[in-house]
């Protein structure tokens, strides 16, 4: 089976608000960790990534929290806005630079007016 | 972020017949590219690995024969779809290693008949 996987299938949050997605992965010595938010019909977006090194990294409206005791990574999105409606994937990277990304899931993100 | 094109982005064709999806990295260099395909509402299936200049590397359940493969250069990876059936109509995602992250094509729509 999959080594990550999400807390949530669905999401739906109201305008203005902040929304978390979780995301669960397995393998503790994955080293790079990457979301991606992938709009219906397109391929992924790139939005944030993070190094096993950090526990949290910021971006632009958007938080990535980092925590390898527990193997757990989050997306935070401040300010919810419509255009952020899509299916978000974390992935973890295995085997260093030159490893492959695992996929989760995703998590939809619905955001109502 | 980098640009990663695909082309076409959608394509029907007739059972039997063979289709070329054409995958660039337009603003920088890509040794390694990836395939995937994405079934609806479902997460990312890796398909293979391509490397430049060398035999693509194969996710188990893949046939080599069937999804050919091919690296010419540094900024364009090709999958061809060879005597394509209904059950291969889906979503083909590329992607392209840059230093440090991945970068995703918009996606090409393959709908056989």
């Known amino acids: 089976g999959e080594s990550v996987g999400l807390h949530l299938p669905t999401l739906s949050v109201q305008e203005g608000d902040n929304s978390i997605i979780n995301c669960a992965y397995s393998n503790s010595a994955s080293d790079y960790f990457i979301w991606y938010k992938q709009e219906s019909g397109k391929g992924p977006q790139f939005i944030i990534d993070i190094r096993s090194n950090m526990d949290k990294r910021q971006g632009q409206r958007v938080t990535v929290l980092l925590n390898k005791t527990v193997k757990h990574l989050s997306l935070q999105i401040a300010a919810t806005q419509p255009g952020d409606s899509a299916v978000y994937f974390c992935?973890?990277?295995?085997?260093?630079?030159?490893?492959?990304?695992?996929f989760g899931k995703g998590t939809k993100l619905s955001v109502k007016p | 972020g980098a640009v990663v094109s695909q082309h076409p982005s959608r394509v029907i064709c007739k059972s039997g017949t063979s289709v070329k999806i054409e995958c660039r990295s337009l603003d920088f260099q890509a040794t390694t590219m990836f395939w995937y395909r994405q079934f609806p509402k479902k997460s990312l299936m890796l398909m293979a690995t391509?490397?430049?200049?060398?035999?693509?590397?194969?996710e188990q359940g893949v046939e080599k024969d069937k999804f050919l493969i091919n690296h010419a250069s540094l900024t364009l990876s090709t999958l061809t779809v060879t005597s394509a059936h209904p059950e291969d109509s889906s979503f083909y995602i590329c992607?392209?290693?840059?230093?440090?992250?991945?970068?995703f094509g918009p996606g090409t729509r393959l709908l056989v008949l």
């Open positions: 992935a973890e990277r295995d085997g260093g630079s030159q490893g492959n990304l695992i």
């Open positions: 391509s490397n430049e200049g060398s035999k693509a590397t194969y």
């Open positions: 992607s392209a290693r840059s230093p440090g992250t991945q970068y």
